[in-house]
C-alpha cells in the first residue's frame, strides 16, 4: 500500500496564479481532509470530506476549492494565490469508524511571492 | 467547545533523560486521545491513542502516555531519550459524531542534546 500520495511535494507560485493539490489514498478510507500548517500554528482544517460527493469547509476555507469525485482522490484547488497561501499543506484519510487515526501524506510545500 | 493545550512549545532534554510532553484537553464526553509525532520535512503519523479500557497506553518507539480522566490529562513519556526522537509532537482529541475533525494541540518541539 502506498498510503497517502501527496503531490507536488514543492512549488513556487506567483500572486494571482492557480494551482491543484493532489491527494489520492489507496485504503479505501471514506474521510479525507486538508490541513495547512504554518510555524508555531498547529494544524488547521481547510475542507474535509466524508464520502465520494460530499465536501464541507473546515475552520480555513477562504480562497480554496475541493471536489470528491472518487472515494480515492480529493484534489484541493487554490484559485488565486496570495501570500498569505504559503504554508506547508497535509492530506490526511481515515475510515471514519470508532478511533480509527488518520494516515497523513508527506506534504506539499507551497510558496506564493 | 473542545480544546487542546500542550504546555510548552520547545522542550529540551539530554539524551537518556526523561521526556514528559504535556497535554490537557476539555471534552464534555469521553474522548478518543491521539498524540502524533512529525519528523522534519514529513507528514504526521500516531504515536499511540487512548479509547476505553486501560488507562496506560504503550505506542511505538518506547512512548506511552497516561489517560487521567480527572485532570484531564493525556501526557506523553518516554524513560529514556535517544537523538532519534528529536521531532514535532501533536495532542489530539475526537468525539464520535463530529465528522472525525480532531482538534489539534498546537504541538511541542522536542530537542534531544547529546
Known amino acids: 500500500n502506498a498510503g497517502v500520495t501527496q503531490t507536488p511535494k514543492f512549488r513556487i507560485l506567483k500572486i494571482g496564479q492557480s494551482m491543484t493539490l493532489q491527494c489520492t489514498q489507496d485504503?479505501?478510507?471514506?474521510?479525507m481532509y486538508w490541513y495547512r500548517q504554518d510555524p508555531g500554528m498547529g494544524l488547521k482544517l481547510i475542507y474535509y470530506s466524508v464520502g465520494a460527493g460530499i465536501t464541507d469547509k473546515g475552520e480555513v476555507p477562504n480562497g480554496y476549492n475541493v471536489s470528491r469525485s472518487t472515494t480515492e482522490d480529493f484534489p484541493l484547488r487554490l484559485e488565486l494565490a496570495a501570500p498569505s497561501q504559503t504554508s506547508v499543506y497535509f492530506c490526511?484519510?481515515?475510515f471514519g469508524t470508532g478511533d480509527s487515526p488518520l494516515h497523513f501524506g508527506n506534504g506539499t510545500r507551497l510558496t506564493v511571492t | 467547545a473542545q480544546s487542546v493545550t500542550q504546555l510548552g512549545s520547545h522542550v529540551s532534554v539530554s539524551e537518556g533523560a526523561l521526556v514528559l510532553l504535556r497535554c490537557n484537553y476539555s471534552?464534555?464526553?469521553?474522548?478518543?486521545l491521539f498524540w502524533y509525532v512529525q519528523y522534519p520535512n514529513q507528514g504526521l503519523q500516531l504515536l499511540l491513542k487512548?479509547?476505553?479500557?486501560a488507562t496506560l497506553v504503550k505506542g511505538i518507539n518506547g512512548f506511552e502516555a497516561e489517560f487521567k480522566k480527572s485532570e484531564t490529562s493525556f501526557h506523553l513519556t518516554k524513560p529514556s531519550a535517544h537523538m532519534s526522537d528529536a521531532a514535532e509532537y501533536f495532542c489530539?482529541?475526537?468525539?464520535?459524531?463530529?465528522?472525525?475533525?480532531?482538534?489539534w494541540g498546537l504541538g511541542t518541539s522536542l530537542a534531544v542534546n547529546p
Open positions: 471534552s464534555s464526553v469521553p474522548p478518543y
Open positions: 485504503m479505501n478510507h471514506n474521510y
Open positions: 490526511a484519510s481515515t
Open positions: 489530539a482529541v475526537i468525539n464520535a459524531g463530529n465528522n472525525r475533525k480532531l482538534i
Open positions: 487512548y479509547t476505553t479500557g
